[in-house]
T-cell receptor, first 112, second 112 residues
Framework: EADIYQTPRYLVIGTGKKITLECSQTMGHDKMYWYQQDPGMELHLIHY???????EKGDLSSESTVSRIRTEHFPLTLESARPSHTSQYLC?????FGYGYTFGSGTRLTVV | DQQVKQNSPSLSVQEGRISILNCDYTNSMFDYFLWYKKYPAEGPTFLIS???IKDKNEDGRFTVFLNKSAKHLSLHIVPSQPGDSAVYFC???????????WGAGTKLIIKP
């Protein structure tokens, strides 16, 4: 079944640690996105990709980095986690930019 | 400047009654609108959409109305059920080459 997967679902980590949030999709979508969302707040786009070897920063400044070496895989890395990074991170993919985003279940990150 | 606005952060409705969620937009180039539903600790899921060539789209208990002259759309849920309690995001698209623009969401609470 075509889908989009995020791991881990929940992560509690200490300040200063390096972490990678995984996102994979089996739909063959070219476009992929990372959003950050806090309760009661809008979705903030932090990174997106047009396709393999293309990555762009989103509207919200983020200290994270992303890579897109394979179509199906779009991991997000925080080199040194801080409490301000505590949030929910949502990965999505789509065939076109303007339509039909499919989201993963999200990663709830807590940095202590 | 927010191009998509959901001015009600929350809405409480009695079970069985109609829920009406509103969304306003400022960009006249938007030609496609979507509603997503999000439960806590999960990713948003697509609910219903409408193209700017229509003024109404219906899917079961969910109906979206579009008023282009007022740059306003609304989502009607009839009858409201406990499982409808979630955050609802409105999103707008200016075409397949442009990313979705998201509203801040409205938290819908269905009271028994």
């Amino acid at each position: 079944e075509a889908d989009i997967y995020q791991t881990p679902r929940y992560l509690v980590i200490g300040t200063g640690k390096k972490i990678t949030l995984e996102c994979s999709q089996t739909m063959g979508h070219d476009k992929m996105y990372w959003y950050q969302q806090d309760p009661g707040m809008e979705l903030h786009l932090i990174h997106y990709s047009y396709g393999v070897n293309s990555t762009e920063k989103g509207d919200l400044s983020s200290e994270s980095t992303v890579s897109r070496i394979r179509t199906e895989h779009f991991p997000l890395t925080l080199e040194s986690a801080r409490p301000s990074h505590t949030s929910q991170y949502l990965c999505a993919s789509s065939r076109d930019f303007g339509y039909g985003y499919t989201f993963g279940s999200g990663t709830r990150l807590t940095v202590v | 400047d927010q191009q998509v606005k959901q001015n009600s952060p929350s809405l409480s409705v009695q079970e069985g009654r109609i829920s009406i969620l509103n969304c306003d937009y400022t960009n006249s180039m938007f030609d496609y609108f979507l509603w997503y539903k999000k439960y806590p600790a999960e990713g948003p899921t697509f609910l219903i959409s409408i193209s700017s060539i229509k003024d109404k789209n219906e899917d079961g208990r969910f109906t979206v109305f579009l008023n282009k002259s007022a740059k306003h759309l609304s989502l009607h849920i009839v009858p409201s059920q406990p499982g409808d309690s979630a955050v609802y995001f409105c999103a707008a698209s200016a075409g397949s080459n442009y990313q979705l623009i998201w509203g801040a969401g409205t938290k819908l609470i269905i009271k028994p």
